[in-house]
C-alpha cells in the first residue's frame, strides 16, 4: 500500500511563513511528479505547485515567487516552503504524487488527506 503523509499545517498571521512536508510510504518502485493542490471553501481544487523527478517545477500565477516547492535527497519527501503568506492563501492543502507502486505496470495517482493552512490576523 502506498500512502502520501502531509504535515506542516497551522495557524499563521498575514506575511508569515510555513513549510510543509508530505513523505511518500509503501512498496515504491518509482515517483515522477511531487506537487501541491489546495481547495479553499466553496472552491475547486487548484494546482498550487509540482516538481517532476527531472527537477522542473511548475506553479501557480497566484504563487510565484513566494512559494518553493523541492524534494529530498531520497525524492520520496517534497517540500512546500511558503513565504509571505496571504489570507487568501488559506485552504486546505493537498499532497499529489504519481507513483509507480511495485507490482504495477505503471504510474498512478495518489493523493495525502490533505493540511489546512489558515492564515490570519
Known amino acids: 500500500q502506498v500512502r502520501l503523509v502531509e504535515s506542516g499545517g497551522g495557524l499563521v498571521q498575514p506575511g508569515g511563513s510555513l513549510r510543509l512536508s508530505c513523505a511518500a510510504s509503501g512498496l515504491i518502485f518509482s515517483i515522477n511528479e511531487m506537487g501541491w493542490y489546495r481547495q479553499a471553501p466553496g472552491k475547486q481544487r487548484e494546482l498550487v505547485a509540482t516538481?517532476?523527478?527531472?527537477?522542473?517545477?511548475k506553479y501557480a500565477d497566484s504563487v510565484k515567487g513566494r512559494f518553493t516547492i523541492s524534494r529530498d535527497s531520497g525524492e520520496k519527501t517534497t517540500y512546500l516552503q511558503m513565504n509571505s503568506l496571504k489570507p487568501e492563501d488559506t485552504a486546505v492543502y493537498y499532497c499529489?504524487?504519481?507513483?509507480?507502486?511495485?507490482?504495477?505496470?505503471?504510474?498512478?495517482?495518489?493523493w495525502g488527506q490533505g493540511t489546512q493552512v489558515t492564515v490570519s490576523s
Open positions: 516538481g517532476s523527478s527531472s527537477g522542473s517545477t
Open positions: 499529489n504524487s504519481e507513483i509507480w507502486r511495485s507490482g504495477d505496470s505503471w504510474y498512478r495517482d495518489y
